[in-house]
């Protein structure tokens, strides 16, 4: 059974950091890793996806990498801004089953 | 979301009476899922479906039952409701054609469901 962990649960940093959020998962067979973002109140919306051939996905300030063998995926926002501040989750694809972790609540302090 | 509407978006019910969530797609996408989403919890997943009346369960099936007569529709039905369903529930579809092939998983916008 597939367990995705994040680490971790909050994180608050002042504007202007670079920080990283950490994924786990307990099976290494994956066929991808995705990075979400959620706002209060609100959807789900995909940031990144990293298929299980890849080591990582850019995609502006954003950058995530994926190492399957040790079960990690990390998520680095480069110079953070307060409307960075949202919770996000982490959703490992394997089989046909896809399983989220139960997030970072990130807040940004200006 | 483009591409995904879930119904209704808003209800409240009582306690022993039968609901049904509605998920429509006009992607044409093969998967569908539905999660609830429960504060401490995150995003579990309930039942999913790989076609037309393919279905299986997820991580919190009990209590639950899912239908996909159409390609377009998921259905999810709580034969009698109770106050430990009250959620946010969430469905999601994707476009993931089998092996290791990318696929965005794509939300609706979500349904609460207040259970008294």
């Known amino acids: 059974k597939q367990e995705v962990t994040q680490i971790p649960a909050a994180l608050s940093v002042p504007e202007g950091e670079n920080l990283v959020l950490n994924c786990s998962f307990t099976?290494?067979?994956?066929?991808?890793l995705q990075w979400f973002r959620q706002d209060p109140g609100k959807g789900l919306t995909s940031l990144l996806l990293?298929?299980?051939?890849?080591r990582e996905q850019t995609s502006g300030r954003l950058n995530a990498s994926l190492d399957k063998s040790s079960g990690r995926s990390t998520l680095y926002i480069a110079a953070s801004q307060p409307g960075d501040s949202a919770t996000y989750l982490c959703?490992?694809?394997?089989?046909?089953?896809?399983?989220f972790g139960k997030g970072t609540r990130l807040h940004i302090l200006p | 979301d483009a591409g995904i509407t879930q119904s209704p978006r808003h209800k409240v019910t009582e306690t022993g009476t039968p609901v049904t969530l509605r998920c429509h797609q006009t992607?044409?996408?093969?998967?569908m899922y539905w999660y609830r989403q429960d504060p401490g919890h995150g995003l579990r997943l309930i039942h999913y479906?790989?076609?037309?009346?393919?279905?299986d369960k997820g991580e919190v099936s009990d209590g639950y039952s899912v239908s996909r007569s159409k390609t377009e529709d998921f259905l999810l039905t709580l034969e009698s409701a109770t106050s430990s369903q009250t959620s946010v529930y969430f469905c999601?579809?994707?476009?993931?054609?089998?092996?290791?092939?990318?696929?965005?998983?794509?939300f609706g916008a979500g349904s609460r469901l207040t259970v008294l």
């Open positions: 999601a579809i994707s476009a993931r054609t089998g092996g290791s092939g990318a696929n965005v998983l794509t």
């Open positions: 099976d290494s067979a994956i066929y991808n």
């Open positions: 990293i298929q299980s051939s890849q």
């Open positions: 959703a490992v694809g394997g089989d046909d089953k896809i399983i």
């Open positions: 992607e044409n996408h093969r998967y």
């Open positions: 479906s790989y076609g037309v009346k393919d279905t």
